[in-house]
């Protein structure tokens, strides 16, 4: 890259330094409150996960609006993002869009409800900048300069010593519906080069690509080939995409994708809302409510290259050099590359082109909209990639990046978002959360649960759920309008949750926990132990770091992404060996070969000088790869890739600097640096980790999962010691925090060495818990002063009112050191035997369709069950689906105390559980590990337990609607235990 280049990279940090410093709102870094019991247990409303609201258009009536927007509410979430989105809808004529459109007067004085309501409950509202996807606004035409563009070309063969008369060669493809003009931009003919070809390629010589652009008059070429090997002849055009968003129209008039490479497509968006949709009424309400504004995935769709005007000019004063003699080796035909010169020249261009095109996205969309978005009062949350752009670098200026668990491959891809969300100071990393492909109302909140649970030690803090239905649609049938379902005649993506569905009944629960969890994931700083250095910053590949995503994060290590433009960051700076010591403070950097371009050890000059600073700085740097050796990403200027080298000796002649050839030996390097993880445990472990500092504790959320959901085999639960490094001081003492039940206890069993504390977790597939490092008391604990338990061989510890305390279901003696290094012998006598109910009474609410597709009957069944079957296998409840309400009775002996504490173990079960024993409710059900802590609730003699479990829809849509979900099988839901009581003995220790 040559040092003109350089300039304009510092142009894109300038950018990115302004955005970090200009956030507002949601998406700013913010001291936490200090934490309590309350502060955990009841999560604030912006601190709540939130549904994509999907709407037909402007064919929604204000007072349904409102009704939604209490139903979302009610059910313990936060807000709703509004999204025109209706790909059930087959025949677009019933949703009337030339006067129920998006953006039509009903579409204003349905937000304008949605916002009014949702003051009053204390929601958040956004609104999508257009609609479904990707942006785009009515007015726009395919031809319009402000319209997406695509840059086709068209092709002939001569061979040597042939002459070519005729029209210049036209476009492969033709133009899109609505497009009408089509501009020759250049010809070329370059000789064919067989050994540069590939599979899918055909290879040529750069030194023979020739500008025939001139000859080219009146639409005809005439041109001689030279006398040796084969020729080519190479026509571009340029014209409108003609993509519209998705599933339209949506619009009167239609609209069509705007450029997002440049000034003109953004202009086009603020545009509109600025003469179109913002009435005062509707400004001032989205002033007051302070939500986002939201752009999905960049998904578009063209026949050839993405492109705008100004990409030569643009691609000439980021490099140096012009594009046109280049143009053959980034070329696109429906995604694929058609030339190719020498591989390294071509990998070279390919880089330079892209890292362009990075530059104008970011500076003229994401940039441009965040800056417009703010000066509505409002933030921008948006997906930032789907092109080939550095979305490392997006996920930096924007307010709220966004990824999402349909498209996302792996939790790297969440990573690589994380590390421009925190390098940059901002607070919220979004998820697109719970769409599944064919699983409409078949979606379990297990498998959500599931999804979520990686996400969140891989950086996400809230959760965009997908998605709630506006409730009706012309054509819709039962149970309701769904955005995605039907979908091509099949059950489409996703869900659409809300009162329709059975497990509504109990999904504050699932609210609250996603609540809570979002409340510690959002509060202080990130911290993460390596930053990885990408010198592409693309996500959504699924494309990892060498060692650390196959053996760092099994071992207890943490990573995020960077690339170059974060480095010129004002976080960016290295103190005591830390990178970003006031974020997410890396203890190292690791720099391995650009995985996007066949892993060859690049690095741009300017970034390995910026590397030089930080490691002069103290910074400890691990290099994979022949680094001493390492090429310019682009195509080099002159002496370019000696200047190089020469800043990359220095660099690893510096003693914090390791450069290793196996990445079997990373790990290796960074011990010999002093370089250790904050989580640490002795074998490799399917536990997952994010860690969070505040003034008052570290938080360490803990995950039993997997790093993507098609891992196989299944994750096993876990049990063993896990070390914890506490940054607040030796004081600080560990806390285990419930997200399902909102409870924080102090621990009682750990130990403790300088700054780390290490205590024994045991959690089940999917499960999670969270552990706070903090000072004593700081949860309202009143074990401040007490010792605590270092060792035991009772299967639990814990404190009591009186002080350190063991559990057992097993009689027995038991030994039990003590902090103060007193052991103690223990014996418990005797310990009830576990109860197993051998009779059921059930009874349940099936579901119906009724006589409007938004109308739900009930017909209730009553069965009496010597044992616990799904309802598929029960004949009477096969094709059932609904609310089941199991009830059994448990008689305990009159000696029966409350010094037992008694769990139920509820085995197996689907979807949704609550419990109630003896008319009160129990604490809410951990749904990855349905085991309830009843003892307080139980008394001699007769007791009476219910166990209500929702399913979802499934069973019954496949005999209601079988021409959409008949090919479903049957699934299996209900209680299938196995289901046990089982009583625990506390003996006191201390």
């Known amino acids: 890259m040559s040092d003109h280049a350089l300039s304009r990279r510092t142009v894109l940090a300038i950018g990115l330094a302004t955005g970090a410093v200009a956030a507002v709102g949601a998406g700013t870094a913010a001291a936490a409150p200090t934490p309590t019991a309350d502060w955990f247990a009841a999560p604030a409303a912006d601190r709540r996960p939130r549904f994509r609201w999907w709407w037909p258009d402007g064919l929604v009536d204000p007072d349904e609006i409102a009704r939604e927007v209490d139903q979302i509410a009610d059910a313990g979430f936060g807000g709703a993002e509004i999204a025109a989105v209706h790909h059930s809808v087959r025949d677009k004529s019933l949703l009337d869009t030339a006067h129920h459109g998006w953006a039509s007067a009903p579409w204003r004085r349905g937000v304008e409800a949605a916002l009014r309501r949702a003051a009053r409950r204390g929601l958040t509202i956004d609104l999508t900048l257009g609609p479904s ?241 703010h ?118 993506y996703g869900e659409s ?104 050890p690049t690095l741009a000059l300017r970034d390995a000088r910026r590397l030089l600073r930080l490691a002069e700085a103290g910074l400890p740097v691990v290099l994979l790869g022949a680094f001493d050796q390492a090429l310019t990403p682009g195509v080099p200027g002159e002496d370019e890739t000696d200047r190089l080298r020469d800043v990359l000796d220095r660099l690893l002649a510096l003693p914090t600097v390791r450069r290793v050839t196996d990445k079997a030996y990373v790990g290796d390097a960074l011990a010999s640096l002093g370089v250790t993880a904050d989580v640490r445990h002795a074998t490799a472990s399917t536990l997952l980790n994010a860690h ?64 780390s504390v290490t205590l024994r977790v045991a959690l089940q597939p999917g499960q999670t818990t969270i552990v706070a490092l903090g000072r004593p008391g ?42 103060t290094g007193r052991t103690v012998t223990t014996t418990v006598d005797t310990v009830p035997e576990p109860v197993v109910p051998d009779e059921w009474r059930l009874d349940v609410e099936d579901r119906y369709p009724g006589s409007a597709p938004t109308r739900t009957e009930t017909v209730r069944r009553t069965l009496t069950l010597d044992a616990l079957l799904p309802w598929s296998r029960i004949p009477e409840l096969a094709d059932s689906a609904g609310v089941g309400r199991y009830r059994t009775t448990a008689v305990l002996p009159r000696e029966w105390t409350a010094s037992y504490d008694t769990r139920l173990e509820l085995g197996q079960l689907s979807d949704t559980a609550r419990v109630t024993v003896n008319g009160v409710r129990a604490p809410a059900v951990d749904r990855l590990h349905p085991v309830v802590e009843i003892g307080a609730l139980l008394r001699p003699g007769l007791n009476v337990i219910e166990v209500e479990v929702a399913t979802p829809l499934v069973n019954r849509l496949r005999v209601a609607r079988p021409d959409v979900f008949g090919g479903v099988a049957r699934q299996d839901h209900g209680l299938l235990g196995p289901v046990r009581l089982v009583p625990y003995a506390r003996a006191v220790v201390g």
């Open 692 to 755: 969070r500092v505040t003034r008052d504790a570290d938080f360490y959320y803990l995950c039993n999962g997997k790093h993507a959901e098609t891992v196989k085999p299944p994750v096993a639960a876990i049990d063993h010691d896990i070390t914890l490094r506490r940054t607040g001081g030796g004081a600080s003492v560990p806390y285990r925090l419930d997200a399902w039940t909102g409870e924080a206890v102090r621990i009682a069993r750990y130990t403790e060495d300088g700054d």
């Open 778 to 819: 700081l949860f309202g604990d009143r074990h401040a002063r007490r010792p605590h338990i270092v060792a035991t061989d009772a299967p639990e510890a814990l404190f009591t009112p009186r002080g350190p305390t063991i559990r057992t279901s097993v009689p027995g003696t038991y030994t039990t050191r003590l902090s």
């Open 375 to 492: 000066s509505l009062g409002m933030t921008l949350r948006a997906q930032p990639y789907g092109l080939q752009t550095d979305a490392i670098a997006s996920a930096a200026i924007l307010d709220a990046p966004e990824g999402e668990s349909l498209g996302f491959k792996n939790l790297d891809d969440y990573r690589c978002l994380a590390g421009g969300r925190d390098m940059a100071g901002h607070r919220v990393l979004s998820c697109e959360a719970g769409a599944y492909n064919g699983s409409a109302y078949s979606t379990t909140w297990d498998r959500f649960l599931r999804t979520m649970g990686g996400a969140y030690a891989a950086g996400v803090n809230q959760t965009v759920v997908h998605g709630f239905s506006y409730a009706a649609a012309p054509g819709a049938e039962w149970p309701g309008f769904a955005a995605f379902s039907p979908y091509n005649g099949a059950p489409g």
């Open 133 to 373: 996807w990707p942006v785009a606004v009515p007015g726009v035409t395919p031809d319009d300069e402000a319209a997406a563009r695509e840059l086709v070309h068209g092709r002939a063969s001569l061979a040597a010593g042939t002459t070519y008369r005729g029209p210049v060669p036209p476009p492969g493809h033709a133009p899109a519906p609505g497009v009408t003009r089509q501009r020759l931009v250049a010809v070329q003919a370059a000789r064919v080069e067989p050994a540069h070809s590939t599979r899918k390629e055909t290879g040529l010589d750069p030194a023979t690509v020739v500008d025939l652009t001139a000859t080219a008059t009146d639409g005809t070429l005439t041109w001689t080939a030279p006398p040796e090997g084969d020729w080519v002849l190479i026509s571009y055009w340029l014209r409108g995409s003609g993509q519209q968003p998705e599933s339209g129209p949506h619009s009167a008039p239609a609209a069509y994708v705007v450029d997002h490479l440049a000034a003109a497509g953004t202009a086009a968006v603020t545009g509109f809302w600025e003469r179109q949709l913002l009435t005062p009424a509707l400004r001032g309400l989205l002033r007051a409510a302070g939500g986002a504004l939201f752009e999905d995935s960049v998904e578009l769709e063209t026949d050839g290259l993405p492109w705008t005007p100004a990409l030569p000019e643009d691609f000439e004063r980021h490099t140096g050099r012009p594009l046109l003699p280049y143009l053959p080796a980034v070329i696109l035909d429906n995604g694929n590359q058609v030339f190719a010169f020498e591989a390294q020249l071509t990998r070279q261009i390919r880089h330079d082109f892209w890292e362009t095109v990075s530059g104008l996205f970011n500076r003229h969309h994401v940039r441009a909209l965040r800056d417009w978005a």
């Open 497 to 600: 949750w809300g009162p329709r569905q059975p497990t509504w009944r109990h999904v504050n629960d699932i609210a609250d926990y996603l609540g809570r969890v979002h409340t510690v994931l959002q509060s202080g700083t990130a911290r993460a132990d390596v930053a990885v250095f990408r010198q592409t910053g693309y996500t959504a590949t699924g494309i990892g770091a060498s060692w650390f995503t196959a053996t760092g994060v099994p071992l207890g290590w943490t990573h995020q992404f960077l690339s170059g433009p974060l480095l010129d960051l004002p976080n960016a700076t290295v103190r005591n060996g830390r990178l970003a010591p006031h974020g997410p403070a890396y203890k190292a950097l690791f720099v391995e070969g650009d995985f996007f371009y066949g892993s060859t």
